[in-house]
């Protein structure tokens, strides 16, 4: 028999379905009370926080280099300039493979292995995420182009403008002024990273370097809103920077290029100072460079033919290079000898051309000797002995004041130590005494030591500015002033000094100065001499003169020349002959500028440097139309 048709239980499966129904609408509550918590969490509990990361990723800060101070010449010629250039920077923050984008770069534009490493350091000494850093200075216009082609394939990667350190004159005042240069792993070491935030340049020479501080200013930053890409949307707010501030030196254009013009491709120098301030007027060393090839980096091969020439372009004669003074010297003796009585201005030797210490057969010369025997001045007073510039008397002048007199008298002028305000490559030269020839060569100190002090020869060092600066002391008869580039600044007065200032030379009286000025004026002017004696200089430099000049020649031996032996120029090798000094100040009533001129193996001082301090004076004094002078 066929069992019974079973109907479906519909209330049973619509027990079931609410079942479900309850279970999914139950999760979906919690869901979304759990999603609402979240939120709730996210938006207002941790609002400051995710506030702050949302910023983060679209606010930078960015930093603002400040504009580098100009230098002026003491008649506002721009002497160091600030022109634009453009870079081409990297923000790494907005570039996934470093490597890579620099493989592309360097496909695109010629990248070297040093800018690589350059760019390298520079990204470790990053102080703020999104700051750009250089890969490469001065992109040329068809580089530039390249770039802006391929920016698509360049995340990360722009081209900015920057205003970089150019020098308008180049290597005319490359060594008066200095040069600013690309801050290497060094400098890193040294600086403030936040002073020098987004700079790649500092001072690393001469004025540039003493004023770095004050001609950098102070750095400025700025808020930028980007996009997803990196790209800067506006910017929000920011703190401008502060420009350097400018400078005025005392140096002269004009006479800087006369000075340089009048040595023409000789080696040597030339240092003018006003005896009235101090100021430096003119400094010149020559051969001299291009700063402008410093600043953004200069290529190997360029700076390897600086480095190793024969003629050391890069060397500032003026105030590190240090030569014996020669007859220069004798000016200052003769005071010596004045001011502590040693002498009298009648105090007079007789001359034969040579002298000898008693008891010693070693024979010192007078610079017209001959092998014949012929030579000398005959009986010589101090102020023949200037203007005939006769060592003899200073032989004996030397010997009479003993070496430590002499070390003395020589350092109140500021010999044997830089007296510069603001040169810091400034060397110190040397005034030998007793004592330092014990400690620095364990050797006695012997009577022929002094012999050579006495004509500016041995162990006595000077450099150009030293020199210059004692014949501004001279010119002020005895009133000392600290030799300075700086003349004024926009924002501050210059500081009274630097470092210890000489006392003024205030012993004796006003006659000595007088005494020995005057025959310096005769060693370029006729005076009341004898017949057919005139001073070294005049036949080269004292006729048609229009203003009165105190000036003193000096020839500085580079090789020793042996007993019995006469020196001759032509026989010995260019660079082994003597080194030309001529020092001078004018006008001798009222002095405007003293200075010094070397001349590198260039023989006679009379002959060959002091037709350039002529040029030098003419320019300065006899100028129609100039600017001041003060």
């Known amino acids: 028999m066929a069992e019974p048709l079973v109907l479906k239980d519909h209330s049973a499966e619509a027990e079931i379905f609410y079942e479900r129904v309850a279970i999914g609408f139950g999760i979906l509550i919690v869901l979304t009370l759990f999603l609402v918590g979240r939120l709730f969490y996210l938006q207002i509990i941790q609002h400051d926080i995710y506030r702050t990361r949302s910023d983060d990723n679209r606010i930078h800060v960015q930093s603002i280099p400040p504009i580098r101070g100009l230098i002026f010449d003491r008649n506002g010629v721009l002497i160091a300039d600030n022109i634009p250039t453009f870079n081409l920077t990297i923000i790494k923050e907005r570039v996934e493979d470093i490597d890579k984008t620099l493989a592309t770069i360097g496909s695109l534009i010629p990248l070297s292995d040093s800018e690589i490493k350059a760019f390298q350091q520079r990204l470790k000494r990053r102080q703020r995420p999104f700051e750009s850093t250089p890969i490469k200075l001065k992109l040329t216009e068809r580089e530039k182009a390249r770039i802006a ?30 040069s600013v240069r690309r801050i290497n792993e060094d400098d890193l070491q040294k600086l403030d990273s936040i002073t020098y935030s987004g700079t790649d340049h500092i001072g690393k020479i001469g004025i540039e370097k003493f004023y770095e501080r004050s001609l950098l200013g102070e750095v400025g930053y700025q808020e930028v809103e980007t996009n997803a890409r990196g790209q800067v949307m506006k910017e929000l707010s920011g703190t401008p920077p502060k420009p350097g501030n400018n400078l005025t ?18 080696r040597g120098s030339v240092v003018a100072i006003d005896p009235n301030s101090g100021g430096i007027l003119a400094m010149v060393s020559k051969p001299s460079y291009d700063p402008n090839l410093f600043v953004t980096g200069i290529e190997y091969q360029t700076y390897a033919e600086l480095r190793d020439s024969e003629d050391v372009p890069l060397f500032n004669r003026a105030v590190q290079g240090q030569y014996e003074p020669g007859s220069t010297l004798k000016p200052f003796l003769a005071l010596a000898g004045l001011l502590s009585g040693v002498i009298t201005p009648d105090y007079s ?85 007793r004592a330092w020839k014990e400690r ?42 600290q030799p300075r580039m700086l003349k004024e600044s926009s924002l501050y007065t210059l500081p009274a000094s630097r470092s210890r200032l000489l006392p003024n030379i205030a012993e004796g009286d006003d006659a000595a100065w007088d005494i020995v000025i005057q025959s310096m004026e005769k060693v370029v002017h006729r005076g ?100 001041s002078k003060r």
Request: hydrophobic share 40%.
């Open 249 to 266: 030196m005392h140096v002269d254009t004009n006479l800087q290029r006369a000075a340089s013009e009048a040595l023409g491709d000789r």
């Open 349 to 433: 030797v007789k001359d034969p051309g040579w002298f000898k210490l008693p008891n010693n057969q070693r024979v010192y010369r007078d610079w017209n000797w001959t092998k014949k025997g012929t030579g000398g001045h005959g009986v010589v007073n101090l102020d023949k002995a200037i203007y005939r510039s006769c060592n003899v008397y200073f032989y004996e002048l030397a010997v009479k004041l003993g070496i430590e007199r002499i070390h003395d008298h020589l350092t109140k002028f500021g010999f044997g130590s830089d007296m510069s305000y603001d040169l810091p490559e400034a060397h110190d030269g040397l005034v030998p005494s």
């Open 149 to 178: 082609v391929n920016r698509y394939a360049l995340p990360g990667v722009q081209v900015e403008a920057r205003l970089v350190r150019h020098y308008p004159m180049g290597a005319l005042m490359a060594h008066a002024v200095g």
């Open 440 to 481: 620095v060569r364990q050797e006695s100190w012997y009577p022929g030591d002094t012999v050579n002090i006495g004509i500016g020869q041995g162990d006595l060092l000077v450099t150009p500015l030293q020199l210059a600066t004692a014949v501004s002391v001279l010119a002020n008869r005895g009133r000392w002033v």
């Open 528 to 627: 009341n001499m004898g017949f057919g004696e005139n001073g070294t200089a005049w036949a080269h430099i004292g006729q048609d003169i229009e203003y009165r000049m105190a000036g003193k020649s000096g020839t500085a031996q580079v090789v020793t020349i042996e007993q019995g032996e006469e020196y001759n120029e032509e026989e010995v090798d260019e660079r082994l002959r003597k080194h030309a000094w001529f020092v001078a100040f004018a006008p001798v009533q009222k002095p405007e500028i003293a200075l010094a001129v070397l001349v590198e193996n260039g023989g006679g001082g009379s002959a060959i440097a002091a037709p350039v301090a002529r040029k030098m004076l003419d320019e300065y004094l006899l100028k129609p139309n100039r600017i």
